[in-house]
């Protein structure tokens, strides 16, 4: 019997309730990191339930591809928030600047 999308669909759904609850008991500055995970996994929601077997790879393919993206963006100088528009950190001579998003 083959996969149902509803079925790596729901996977998916438990998965970032999953993230959920380890965010809550992760460090207040780390939880940043466990939303940008979910966000990552939103984003590709429908290629990921379409494409993928298991919640498990389609969440490490939507991570895979985000941090590929930050880091082309790292590689031109400039990363950005989630959002995609505001500017997080540039390279300035050498040394990186830090910016609250």
């Known amino acids: 019997m083959g ?33 940008r995970i979910i966000d990552s996994i939103k984003k590709r929601y429908a290629v990921c339930y379409l494409a993928f077997d298991s919640a498990e790879e389609a969440a490490l393919f939507s991570v895979a591809v985000e941090l590929m993206r930050m880091m082309d963006n790292a590689d031109s100088g400039r990363l950005f928030s989630k959002e995609g528009s505001e500017p997080v950190a540039e390279g300035k001579e050498g040394k990186e600047e830090i910016h609250q998003a």
């Open 3 to 35: 996969r149902s999308v509803a079925s790596v669909r729901l996977q998916l759904n438990d998965l970032i309730a999953k993230i959920e609850r380890a965010k809550s008991l992760m460090k207040k500055e780390e939880r940043i990191y466990a939303d």
